[in-house]
C-alpha cells in the first residue's frame, strides 16, 4: 500500500503527565497499590451551554453503569467532587508555556479552563478540566513542517482497576495529576512518520525534566482519515512501537469498509427496519454452548434479516475485519458478550443443519445475512437494534468514531466521535494572565534540546552520535548520564543499556527492574576491580533469574572474581603451549581461536584487553 499517496491523513495528539502535583489541589502526581475507602457514583449527561448533548456523552449514558471509586492517600475532597477545585498548579502551567515555547507556539493571553463532558466514570463529576495554552505551533521533521494547532492543559482521569457487567471500579490516585495535551495537524502521511513525529514530541517534553517517567504516563491518540472515508480517533496508544501498525490497520480497515460500501450499493441495498425473530423454539436442542446456556438461564435467542449483507461481515483474506465485527462491538454496548452472524456459520457448535434452518426463517434472498444473539430478552433486543444501526451506517460508508488500540495492532469500537456540544466554561475556576514577564522568565531558562544533548554526550562520553541518539529516544539519556558521570565507563554503561538489557529482553528476561538505583552499586565493583566487564551480562542475568538484586550475592554464587594479572598470564601461557603446532601453521591469524578459548576461562574474571595483548605477545615471541 503506497502511503505516500495524497489523501491519507494522520494526526496525532499527545498526553504527557507532569510530576508537578495535582492541578487543582495540592496532592501529590503518584500511584498507590492500596486504598483506604469506596463510594458508589452515577453519572448522567448534561447539556452544554448551546442545549445539546453530546451523543457520545448519550451512549454512555445508555449502558446505565454504576461506578466504584477507590480513595487513596494522594487524593482528597477535590477528587471527589465534594470540594470545589482549588487555583490551577502554577508549575504545572509554568510547564506547559515552556513546551509551547519549545514548539514555537503562541501562548494566549488570558487561560480559560473548560468542562468537557465526560461520563463514562473516569472523573467523578462527570466531567474533564481542560485549558487552551498556546496556539499555531510546528516541528520538523525529516526536512517537513508538522503543524501544531493547539497545546492544552488538562487532568488526566481516573485510573480504572476492574470493569464487570454493569459496574467499574476506578481509583482516584491517577485524577488530577496534570496532563499537557499537543494536537498536531493531519500533516502526517506515513505509518513511520507518525512514530517520529510521536518520538519528537516524547523527547522535547521529557527535555523539560518536569514530566512523569514509566509506563503510562505518557499516551498518544491517532486521528486517522483516507479518501472515501472519515475521521476516526484511536485513543490511548502507549506503545510507540505499534503507532505504525495502528495506521496501516486501520486504513485499511477503512478501505476494506468502503468496499463493502460499493458491494452493497451494487445490490440495491438500502436502509432497513428488520423485525426481531424469536429463534428460541427452534434452537431448543442445539448443542452450541452459547445457546444452551443463554436458553438454561430464561434468556432468548433473537436475530434480525440483514437484507443484502451476505459475504460482507466476515474477515478479507488478508485478515482485515469487515462489518461483523463492527456489529458485535456496537452489541455489547448494549451489555451482550457477542453475537453470531451468517458469514461465520456453522462454527461454535452451530452445525450445518441448523444454519440451513435459520437461513430458511430469516433469508429469503441469497443476498440476505443474519445476526443472532443468545442473552437476556431486553439486553438481545437492545443490542440488534444497536446491530441494525451500525448496518445501515455501512450503506454510507465509513462513521466517525472513537477506538480503543489492541495489543496486536488492530483497534475496536468505543463510541462515537466526541462534538463540540460536550464543551462548556468551568465557572469554579478563574482566568489566569498570562503576561510577558512570565514568557521572559520561561525564555531565559529553557531546556537544552535533544539535538544538543546528543551532541554534548558524544563530546564529554565518546560514545558514538547513534548511541546518543538512541539513549535520548528511548528515554535512557538522564539514567547513562548519572551512572557514566559518577563512574566514567561511558562505554560500557552505553552498552548495558543498547545492548546488554535488550539481549536478556530477548531472552525471556523481565529486564523493567534494572535501572540506575542497581546499576550504581553494580559499576562501583567494577570500578573497584572485583570483576572484569565481560562479567556484567552474566551477573545482571543472574540477578534477575534469581529475583536479588544485590551484586555481591552475584558475584559470589558465580565466581566471577577478577584474577591477578600474574595468574591470566599463566592460562594464556597453558592454552599457547597446548597449541604450538596451530599456532605455527596458523600464525597471527591464531589470535582470534585462541581468544576464544581463553574468554571461555577467563571470562567475567580478566578484562579482554588485557588477555588479547598476553596472547598476541606469546604468539609473536613463539613465531620468531
Known amino acids: ?23 487543582f489541589c495540592q496532592c501529590d502526581s503518584t500511584l498507590v497499590d492500596g486504598y483506604q475507602s469506596e463510594f458508589l457514583r452515577r453519572l448522567r449527561p448534561t447539556q452544554s451551554e448551546m442545549g445539546e448533548i453530546d451523543k ?3 451512549e454512555e449514558a445508555e449502558r446505565r453503569l454504576l461506578f466504584r471509586y477507590q480513595t487513596v492517600d494522594c487524593s482528597c475532597l477535590v477528587e471527589a467532587d465534594e470540594e470545589p477545585p482549588h487555583s490551577a498548579n502554577e508549575l504545572a502551567i509554568e510547564a506547559a508555556l515552556e513546551v509551547s515555547l519549545l514548539l514555537d507556539a503562541k501562548p494566549v493571553d488570558e487561560i480559560h479552563f473548560m468542562r468537557k463532558i465526560v461520563i463514562d466514570g473516569s472523573n467523578t463529576c462527570g466531567f474533564q478540566r481542560t485549558a487552551l495554552i498556546a496556539t499555531g505551533g510546528h516541528m520538523d521533521i525529516d526536512g517537513r513542517r508538522i503543524s501544531i494547532p493547539s497545546i492544552c492543559l488538562e487532568e488526566d482521569a ?7 457487567d454493569t459496574e467499574i471500579t476506578y481509583r482516584l490516585d491517577r485524577l488530577g495529576i496534570p496532563l499537557i495535551e499537543i494536537a498536531t495537524g493531519p500533516d502526517v502521511t506515513t505509518p513511520e512518520e507518525a512514530r517520529r513525529v510521536a518520538l519528537r514530541l516524547g523527547t522535547l517534553l521529557r527535555a523539560t525534566r518536569k514530566v512523569r517517567r514509566g509506563i503510562g504516563t505518557i499516551r498518544e491518540d491517532l486521528n ?3 479518501p472515501g472515508g472519515a475521521r476516526v480517533e484511536i485513543k ?14 486501520e486504513v485499511k480497515r477503512q478501505l476494506a469498509l468502503l468496499e463493502v460500501k460499493d458491494l452493497l450499493g451494487r445490490r440495491g441495498a438500502v436502509k432497513f427496519s428488520s423485525e426481531v425473530v424469536d429463534l428460541s423454539d427452534l434452537l431448543a436442542d442445539s448443542k452450541c454452548r452459547v445457546v444452551s446456556r443463554a436458553l438454561d438461564s430464561g434468556g432468548k435467542i433473537l436475530a434480525i434479516r440483514l437484507p443484502k449483507f451476505a459475504n460482507t461481515l466476515s474477515k478479507t483474506e488478508e485478515g482485515v475485519t469487515r462489518l461483523g465485527a463492527e456489529i458485535a462491538a456496537h452489541a455489547r454496548v448494549a451489555g451482550v458478550k457477542g453475537l453470531f452472524h451468517s458469514d461465520e456459520l456453522p462454527n461454535y457448535g452451530i452445525t450445518k443443519d441448523e444454519v440451513m434452518l435459520l437461513v430458511d426463517r430469516l433469508c429469503p434472498d441469497p443476498d440476505d445475512a443474519f445476526a443472532m444473539i443468545a442473552d437476556d430478552g431486553e439486553r438481545a433486543r437492545a443490542a440488534l437494534k444497536r446491530v441494525v444501526e451500525r448496518a445501515n451506517i455501512a450503506i454510507e460508508g465509513v462513521p466517525e468514531e472513537t477506538r480503543d488500540p489492541l ?12 462534538g463540540r456540544h460536550r464543551m462548556y466554561p468551568e465557572t469554579d475556576v478563574p482566568p489566569i494572565r498570562i503576561n510577558e514577564a512570565v514568557l521572559e522568565g520561561i525564555r531565559s531558562n529553557m531546556p537544552e534540546l535533544p539535538e544538543e544533548k546528543a551532541s554534548r554526550f558524544v563530546e564529554e562520553f565518546g560514545i558514538s552520535s547513534d548511541q546518543a541518539k538512541t539513549l535520548i529516544d528511548d528515554a535512557l539519556d538522564d539514567e547513562f548520564e548519572l551512572l557514566a558521570t559518577s563512574f566514567g565507563n561511558a ?3 552505553a552498552r548495558i543499556y543498547l545492548q546488554i538489557l535488550p539481549e536478556l529482553a530477548k531472552d525471556g528476561l523481565d529486564v523493567a527492574r534494572i535501572g540506575a538505583d542497581v546499576l550504581r552499586p553494580l559499576m562501583e565493583q567494577l570500578n573497584e576491580g572485583s570483576f572484569a566487564k565481560e562479567a556484567v551480562p552474566e ?3 543472574w540477578m534477575i533469574r534469581n529475583d536479588d538484586l544485590s551484586v555481591v550475592r552475584a558475584l559470589e554464587s558465580l565466581g566471577v572474581v577478577k584474577m591477578e594479572a600474574d595468574a591470566v598470564r599463566e592460562v594464556c601461557d597453558r592454552i599457547v603451549s597446548e597449541r604450538t603446532d596451530f599456532i605455527r601453521e596458523r600464525g597471527e591469524a591464531s589470535l582470534g581461536p585462541l581468544m576464544g578459548i581463553a574468554m571461555r576461562e577467563l571470562r567475567g574474571k580478566a578484562d579482554g584487553k588485557v588477555i588479547s595483548e598476553v596472547l598476541s605477545e606469546r604468539i609473536r615471541r613463539l613465531l620468531t
Open 1 to 23: 500500500m503506497d502511503y505516500g499517496t495524497p489523501g491519507v491523513r494522520v494526526g496525532i495528539e499527545i498526553h504527557q503527565q507532569l510530576s508537578t502535583g495535582k492541578l
Open 56 to 58: 457520545a456523552a448519550l
Open 158 to 164: 481516573a485510573r480504572k482497576m476492574s470493569e464487570e
Open 224 to 226: 486517522i482519515s483516507i
Open 236 to 249: 490511548g496508544a502507549q506503545d510507540l512501537k505499534l503507532l505504525p501498525v495502528y495506521v496501516e490497520m
Open 407 to 418: 495489543p496486536d495492532g488492530t483497534t475496536v469500537y468505543s463510541r462515537p466521535l466526541p
Open 491 to 493: 562505554q560500557v554503561v
Open 539 to 541: 551477573i545482571i542475568a
